[in-house]
């Protein structure tokens, strides 16, 4: 498929600059947008254009980087925002502000990007976007945007070797309140542990789930002659994770089947 345009937020590491160094060597023009373009000078040399943005931004400031880019390259075809970060904490011990920084960069920002997307691709009546994680956000655009010859993709990665786990990267932070005495047996802290251990040993290769991903947007590669689907989940850890929750959801709903459908009105 010649002449992809890919706005990538969050371009700077992990997936966002994997995916957009398979884009730019299967020849087609990205635009790399980060908070800091000064760690983007790779994407560059690969033949990038570079934007500083923040996704926390207005309407305008994320609309002025994607006309940057439409006037570069032309239409955007593929938008993809893999901004976000992780808050390591129990979530009593998270400040207001935090979970409100949180929130306005991993779930507030996806939504901001999409909207700003969305006002270039109607238009073209096709395009593709992509955000990690936000599952329920996702779902409700491509059911609305399907129509209008636009998919809406959320991208689920189990743990693929990138830089988020990396402790003083910037990708994990700590809440400022730390464990609470009355949580120490609540696995917390090993759980805390596991990710120490997990970190620079992560099964997942970005490389090869970039490549997975512009496959299936661009469907070619393993998604030729397919459908681009609402959900990608990527990793073997990740396939059995989505299973075994497929199965224990699967059993609640058995369990408390009686008391759901006791809940409604008699029939006359």
């Not at 032309?74 to 979970?99: D, F, K, M, R, W």
């Not at 960069?105 to 006002?119: K, P, Q």
Request: aromatic share 4%.
């Amino acid at each position: 498929m010649p002449g992809n345009v890919w706005f990538i937020a969050g371009a700077s590491s992990g997936f966002g600059r994997a995916i957009a160094l398979e884009a730019l060597a299967r020849g087609d023009r990205v635009a790399a947008a980060s908070r800091d373009p000064s760690r983007m000078t790779s994407l560059e040399d690969a033949g990038a254009m570079t934007l500083e943005l923040d996704v926390t931004g207005s309407d305008a400031v994320i609309a002025d980087a994607m006309q940057k880019a439409v006037d570069a390259y032309g239409p955007i075809t593929h938008c993809v925002n893999s901004a976000g970060y992780l808050l390591e904490g129990v979530i009593e011990a998270a400040s207001q502000e935090e979970v409100r920084r949180i929130m306005e960069t991993n779930v507030l920002g996806t939504i901001n990007v999409a909207r700003c997307a969305l006002r270039i691709m109607r238009p073209q009546r096709s395009g593709s976007t992509t955000k990690w994680a936000v599952s329920g956000f996702t779902e409700s655009l491509h059911r609305e945007c399907r129509p209008l010859g636009i998919a809406a993709v959320v991208i689920e990665p189990g743990y693929f070797r990138t830089e988020v786990l990396n402790e003083g990267g910037g990708h994990r932070l700590l809440t400022r309140e730390q464990l609470l005495p009355e949580y120490e047996g609540a696995g917390l802290a090993a759980q805390k542990a596991a990710i120490a251990r997990m970190d620079g040993s992560q099964p997942g290769d970005v490389g090869k789930g970039a490549r997975a991903v512009v496959d299936v947007l661009t469907r070619s590669g393993a998604g030729l002659g397919r459908e681009i689907p609402v959900r990608l989940v990527l990793g073997r850890d990740a396939v059995r994770g989505v299973g075994d929750k497929l199965r224990a959801t699967e059993a609640l709903l058995r369990e408390w089947a009686g008391v759901s459908v006791g809940t409604d009105r008699d029939s006359r």
